[in-house]
């Protein structure tokens, strides 16, 4: 079943404990993409990547980092996390086809940094 | 540049009623227009696009949108809402700049009355 996976759903830390949000996907898409849902603000994005090795910044990417050493993972690094960091993670994908290549979605990662 | 505006970001109504929420996109060329659905505890997956040719777009579970070129719109209609239809929608566009990333909205949450 084609389908990109995100582990934890659920992730409870303390202020500044780094963590790994992991991301994998099987359809060999070579875009993945970070995002961040928060209420009234809907979908921003963190990191994107266009391929293995090459990564961006997004809208709001401070506080973040992204590695894609192979295709089908891209894992989303908080290396210090704050309470503002505190929000609903999601990690997409879309092969490169064209502009109307839709985007397949993770279920998401709840994070909650006390 | 490219930019989406949802109108309202609650819209409720009762079962059986018309479901209609409103997108107007901006973009510096011709777009490519996304509706995302999103249920409770999920991600986001794709319930229509639009390319390019028929202006009416049917997707997935009843619902359907039109692009309209001179209205800079492209609304989601369904004709009689169900329960099951309570999620949170998102319209995206992507093309601006030759750019694949998409641009979202900031969502309409609908609600379902029996």
């Known amino acids: 079943e084609a389908q990109v996976t995100q582990n934890p759903r659920y992730l409870i830390t303390v202020t500044g404990k780094k963590l790994t949000v992991t991301c994998s996907q099987n359809?060999?898409?070579?875009?993945m993409s970070w995002y961040r849902q928060d209420p009234g603000l809907g979908l921003r994005q963190i990191y994107y990547?266009?391929?293995?090795?090459?990564?961006d910044k997004g809208d709001v990417p401070e506080g973040y980092k992204v590695s894609r050493k192979e295709k089908r993972n891209f894992p989303l690094i908080l290396e210090s996390p704050s309470p503002n960091q505190t929000s609903l993670y999601f990690c997409?994908?879309?092969?490169?086809?064209?502009?109307?290549?839709?985007?397949?979605f993770g279920n998401g990662t709840r994070l909650t940094v006390t | 540049a490219q930019s989406v505006t949802q109108l309202g970001s609650h819209v409720s109504v009762s079962e059986g009623a018309l479901v209609l929420l409103r997108c107007n996109y901006s973009s510096s060329v011709p777009p490519y227009l996304f509706w995302y659905v999103q249920y409770p505890n999920q991600g986001l997956q794709l319930l229509l696009k639009?390319?390019?040719?028929?202006?009416l777009v049917k997707g997935i579970n009843g619902f359907e949108a039109e692009f309209k070129k001179s209205e800079t719109s492209f609304h989601l209609t369904k004709p009689s809402a169900h329960m099951s239809d309570a999620a949170e929608y998102f319209c995206a566009v992507s093309g601006s700049g030759g750019s694949y990333i998409p641009t979202f909205g900031r969502g309409t949450s609908l609600i379902v009355h029996p």
């Open positions: 639009y390319t390019t040719g028929a202006t």
């Open positions: 359809m060999n898409h070579e875009y």
């Open positions: 997409a994908s879309s092969s490169l086809t064209g502009n109307n290549s839709p985007l397949h």
């Open positions: 990547s266009m391929n293995v090795e090459v990564t």
